[in-house]
């Protein structure tokens, strides 16, 4: 091949690796209240007032949200903690809740509020304190003790199907965005009962 070849080889190459990275489905996460639902597609209004329309599949998962107490996890049990730092730079939770020991181990930015974070991790231990409960997180290569006050919520949740889903209720869900601007949703987890979703 001559150099010239080679150059209309590559740059050949490189153009249909962008335009698959372009048409790469992206991951997103709504938290929304269904309006509507027809068929498979769901009118959701999100937490900002945004009108969408959700695309639902023979793959899409539906789970109900259910309330727990902090002493009804175990030692060791998977949970995934969303928390704030406080004023004295102590992480405190916003909630608690159960997650599939798939889910990646870690600290990380989460984007529930301004300054949120996420930490999936082991309970190690919970030790009662005068406003709630100081809980030891461990995950591979590192740990955090995070504040739970009294009254943050501790959430599991239950295998359901789309008889769960309504117009009112909330729902949290992992979703995709194709080349073409369709969500589909991959997870659903609805409120139940009053209890929301993990968030």
Known sequence: MNGFLRVTAVLALLCCTAAAFAQAPQNIRIRATITAID???LSLKSRDGTALKVRMTGKTTVATA???QLADLPKNAFVGVTAVKGTDGVLVAREVHTIPK????GH???DLEPGASMTNAYLEASVQTSGGNEITMVYKG??????????????????????ALAPGIYVFM???????NTITALRIQAEKAGVKPPQ
């Not at 798939?102 to 181990?105: G, H, I, K, V, Y």
């Open 39 to 41: 068929g498979d597609v």
């Open 66 to 68: 259910r309330a727990l």
């Open 102 to 105: 798939t889910a990646n181990e």
């Open 142 to 163: 590192g740990m955090q003790r995070i504040r739970v006050p009294a009254g943050t919520p501790v959430v599991t949740t239950d295998p359901a199907d789309r008889s």
């Open 108 to 110: 990380t930015d989460w």
């Open 174 to 180: 992992a979703a995709e965005i194709g080349p073409d």
